[in-house]
């Protein structure tokens, strides 16, 4: 907790140099700002500053430093499942980079970049594009359109379509240093006016510094290059049903070659039915439950028929000319899938007309949408985390999982609601863990669900992509100690007073 | 979230209503990024989220609101934008309603503030009364840096010209041309039937050429929606009654297939009759049947299906989503699908999810904001390089074309000339792309510039 004379400094340093109107300690802003959706319960901040500039971010970690008063710096704040703009812990002073720090600095179209700060959107980014004649696109997440850029390419988020791997389809950071200096990236490091290279190439002299801004607490990234991809003329998607769970295994091993050979460009999602019909519907039983059993099968399947989905569904998009032009493409992937004897085709006209298979179609074609935000009512009360363990694409292995995910959330009276974003040779399984958060039993079943799922997966050799704020020490325990040691290290290095997001991501706990 | 409501305060059907709707809230905060007052203000209190918790604790206490809960309800512009958008799904519109009407009851404003209110409630649901307050407003522009805020801001908003009072659409049948299809009520609006009485006419020559018996009932002075926007629900209700019933009326005699409203902010209110009748038996069923029947005139031409177009124009246009349309009414594909087949290059606007200010009486309530608002829009509807923009709501019309160097035109008006009407008055002057082949209109997605496919 900040003492409240370094705090009252801090605040003072910080109003005179941005202006009495960015800095606040109001009870009604602070206490929204810690709320959060995690089982561990709101985390108000001391304070809510507001910064219009590198050069503010730079004054405002300065001040920090000299009163030795803690940071946590978000963006848009809409990572929903994560934390969104709750601090780890409670009294640290939030750095809201969105309220001033929105602009898009540059769109090249020639090239195919953008530039932009952290409060930078993808909503406001695709309507930029839109507006500029809507021929080149981002890769959205299905998450919040108001998410932000470089907050979800920072945290390891990702797309659906070719771009989707948001940190590698960055390209060149200005950051603020925990120790107040400014660094850039990239070809941006070369100590000249005029950086030629800085958001189209990432491989300059030295050591690539950029992903020791990911999920880390080191600094604060002011700026950061997006690469875009063209828009397509035309962009068509597919969907196959498949009737049973444990189709998972077939369906891993079909999406694979798909995959491998870069014939599909975007990545599959296979979605079980309560990920999909969780984005219109509410649980059918909750009430005569109380809340306290998983969804029946019964249920599953009566959900399964009303939105024409399956126990699982896969869905992909092809892009090209004109949507007669991908028509061959298409019947290949109908024939390939069409061939396990247990896909039902979908196509893409009937899809978008279903919400939760238009959603995939949205994410295929970067339009952000609010589609998916749904599964968030699953459950009454509010509460949802994320967990996002991996698995290398073999179908035997991803059933396995299948089983010990289900089984957790079944002991737990909670509901298996999982989508596998398939690549070439990774799937990343986005479990929701949907509870009500005003149930304090089903909260603590949230978390113990969350804790036996990330045991049950580290037991066997696999970690998360990303994690809600209320396990961040949890995971970091499952670090082997050279690793850890090592984070610590480049921390105290970068920021030796310890003021940038102290515990976040579990580096540099106090 | 939870309340605390006493069972004195739930037997009251709008706090049991209220009550229902608090519950959904559980502070996930989506809402205040698309909320255009937080956006702009970035106040917690400004933003949906925190205006639920200020609702709740007024609704919560017996004692009279305060003036800062009343001053965040107040700048709240009824857009919906947070329904869009909220995960919870929670019935903001109605919390709104319920808010306002209890601020009403139980807040006394301070007295220049109830004039001026009184002032515009009285002034815009008369046709009478408004002509001459829009006369008197021209009168007053040269000195309107003189006057106060709010009437400085009344007097900027007023239009130059006001079409002559004959204009009006009368009250009675419009036959269909040819072979009746369908016969169709038509809500002609009371600001409408003042200030753009030819969309009325080109709503009705567009009805009529689709096989539709259009019918104007009498004694109909408004739906509504402009007084419950400022919380008067009991002069709200009384006029809904009206309404009601010349149209229940109407179908029990020949029939009716469909009532059209053109002006959006009213069809959100005509569709909600239902809910806003729930609790009165004695109305709830026609009130239901009104709301049944309710169609945008886009949904209805949809339905029916546009004739092929005799004027295909390839006319770049900006379409404005007005917000009772996009996200009160979720009409969205409807007007661009039918604009597009009529010929014409529609183009989304950036920042579509967002208000353009005008939000009922809002523009004259909270002419700052709205004026911030307006600013925006059009800035955002010219970066897009259309030649005019287009509307489906009166409101947002004047609201743009009062920032915007553009024509405004609405829907109905582009759909009636590109199947044989006369152009709209608004794009006299304009020049005109050649001819587009039957269905051309570009779609929103990239023609293959980059020269790749």
């Known amino acids: 907790m900040t003492n409240q004379g370094n705090l009252d400094a801090f605040l003072g340093d910080v109003a005179a140099t941005l202006g009495a109107d960015n800095a606040t300690v109001n009870a009604d ?13 709101d985390r108000a901040p001391a304070a809510v500053i507001y910064p219009g500039s590198t050069a503010d971010v730079q004054a405002v970690v300065l001040a920090a430093n000299t009163h030795k008063v803690p940071l946590y710096p978000v963006s848009t704040g809409n990572n929903m499942g994560l934390g969104t703009r709750s601090a780890s812990t409670a009294g640290m002073v939030v750095v809201d980079l969105g309220k001033r720090m929105n602009r898009i600095l540059e769109v090249d179209e020639r090239m195919g970049f953008a530039a932009v700060e952290p409060g930078v959107s993808f909503q406001m980014m695709a309507d930029e594009l839109k507006r500029r004649g809507g021929q080149w696109m981002i890769s959205t997440t299905s998450g919040p359109p108001e998410g932000g850029m470089i907050g979800n390419a920072l945290d390891k988020g990702a797309g659906y379509g070719p771009y989707f791997d948001h940190f590698g389809f960055s390209c060149g950071m200005e950051i603020v240093l925990g120790n107040g200096e400014i660094i850039r990236t990239g070809d941006g490091s070369i100590d000249h006016d005029e950086l030629v290279n800085w958001h189209v190439s990432k491989y300059s002299f ?169 599964l968030l009512k699953w459950r009454p009360g509010g509460g949802n985390a994320w967990f996002t363990p991996g698995t290398p694409m073999d179908g035997k292995m991803a059933n396995e999982f299948q089983a010990i995910g289900r089984k957790i959330y079944e002991n737990n009276g909670l509901d298996y609601t999982v989508m596998n974003v398939c690549g070439a040779r990774f799937a990343r399984g986005l479990h929701v863990i949907s509870f009500n958060r005003e149930d304090s039993d089903e909260a603590a079943r949230a978390d113990r669900a969350y804790r036996e799922l ?57 | 979230m939870k309340t605390d409501f006493t069972a004195d305060q739930l037997a009251r059907p709008a706090i049991a209503d209220a009550a229902g709707i608090l519950k959904d809230c559980v502070h996930y905060g989506f809402c205040t990024a698309v909320c255009p007052t937080y956006v702009l203000l970035r106040d917690e209190n400004d933003a949906p989220r925190g205006r639920i918790d200020l609702i709740h604790e ?53 007295l220049a503030d109830r004039i001026f209110r009184q002032l515009i409630a009285r002034t815009v649901l008369d046709a009478r009364q408004f002509r001459l307050a829009v006369r008197a407003a021209r009168l007053a522009r040269p000195f309107a840096r003189l006057l106060p805020g709010r009437l400085k801001s009344l007097v900027a908003l007023a239009p130059a010209r006001l079409p002559p009072a004959s204009t009006a659409i009368r009250p009675g049948v419009y036959p269909a041309e040819g072979k009746r299809t369908r016969r169709v009520a038509l809500l002609t609006g009371c600001v409408q039937q003042a200030l753009a009485p030819h969309l009325n006419d080109a709503t009705i020559r567009l009805l009529t050429r689709h096989g539709c018996e259009v019918v104007v009932a009498g004694n109909i002075d408004c739906c509504g929606a402009f007084t419950l926007h400022m919380g008067h629900e009991d002069k709200a209700k009384k006029f809904a009654r009206g309404v009601i019933g010349a149209w229940n009326a109407e179908a029990d005699g020949d029939g009716l297939d469909a009532v059209v ?19 009165d038996p004695n109305i709830a069923a026609a009130a239901s049947r009104v709301a049944g029947l309710a169609r945008d005139v886009t949904e209805l031409v949809s339905e029916i299906g546009l004739l092929a177009p005799e004027n295909a124009v390839a006319l770049k246009i900006a379409y404005h989503d007005a917000c009772s349309l996009q996200h009160a009414q979720k009409v969205v594909e409807p007007p661009r699908a039918l604009l597009r087949a009529a010929g014409f290059d529609v183009m989304d606007v950036p920042e579509r999810h967002f208000c353009c200010g005008s939000a009922g009486p809002y523009n004259m309530l909270q002419p700052d904001i709205a004026e911030q608002l307006g600013r925006r829009k059009a800035g955002h509807i010219e970066s897009t390089g259309a030649a005019a923009a287009v509307a489906g709501n009166l409101g947002c019309m004047t609201q743009i074309a009062a920032y915007s160097d553009l024509p405004v035109v609405h829907t109905v008006e582009l759909l009636d000339w590109a199947t044989g009407g006369p152009m709209p008055v608004a794009l006299t002057g304009i020049e005109l792309p050649p001819p587009a082949p039957v269905g051309a209109g570009a779609s929103p997605a990239a023609s293959d510039s980059h020269g790749i496919w």
């Open chain 1, 454 to 510: 990330a045991d049950a997966f580290f037991a066997r050799g696999i970690s998360v992509g990303r994690a809600p704020i209320d396990w961040h020490d949890f995971h970091m325990d499952n670090v082997m100690p050279p690793f850890r040691d090592a984070c610590n290290a480049i921390k105290a290095a970068l920021d030796p007073n310890g003021i940038l997001a102290p515990g976040k991501y579990g580096i540099g706990s106090p």
């Open chain 2, 261 to 279: 409203v053109n002006a959006s902010g009213c069809g959100t209110t005509v569709k909600d009759y239902g809910r806003i009748f729930a609790h």
């Open chain 1, 206 to 374: 030295g050591p690539i510094l950029d992903g020791l801004f990911t999920q880390s607490n080191f600094g604060i990234v002011t700026r950061m290059g997006i690469w875009m991809m063209p828009r397509p003329p035309a962009i068509r998607s597919f969907h196959f049903a498949f009737p049973d769970d444990d189709d998972l295994a077939e369906i891993i091993e079909l999406c694979r070659p798909m995959k491998m050979s870069g014939f599909v460009p975007t990545l599959f999602r296979v979605a079980n039915d309560m990920y999909l019909a969780g984005n219109e519907d509410t649980h059918p039983e909750y009430a005569a439950t109380g809340g306290k059993a998983s969804i029946s099968d019964d249920a599953r399947k009566e959900l399964q028929r009303k939105h024409g989905i399956g126990a699982w569904t896969v869905s992909g998009a092809f892009y090209g000319p004109s949507m007669d032009a991908i028509e061959p493409q298409i019947e290949r992937v109908r024939a390939h899938f069409g061939a396990s004897g247990k896909a039902i085709y979908v196509p893409h006209e009937d899809a978008l007309d279903r919400v939760p298979l238009n959603c995939a179609i949205d994410s295929f074609s970067g339009v952000p949408t609010n589609a998916e935000l749904g």
């Open chain 1, 29 to 41: 802003t602070v206490t929204r700002y810690g709320e959060n959706t995690m089982p561990g319960g």
């Open chain 2, 58 to 110: 007024m609704l919560e206490s017996d004692a009279a609101p305060t003036a800062r809960t009343v001053g965040y309800i107040d700048r709240c512009l009824s857009c919906n934008s947070c329904m869009t958008t909220c995960a919870a799904s929670v019935d903001f519109m109605h919390l709104a309603d319920i808010a306002r009407a209890h601020i009403e009851k139980h807040y006394r404003r301070p």
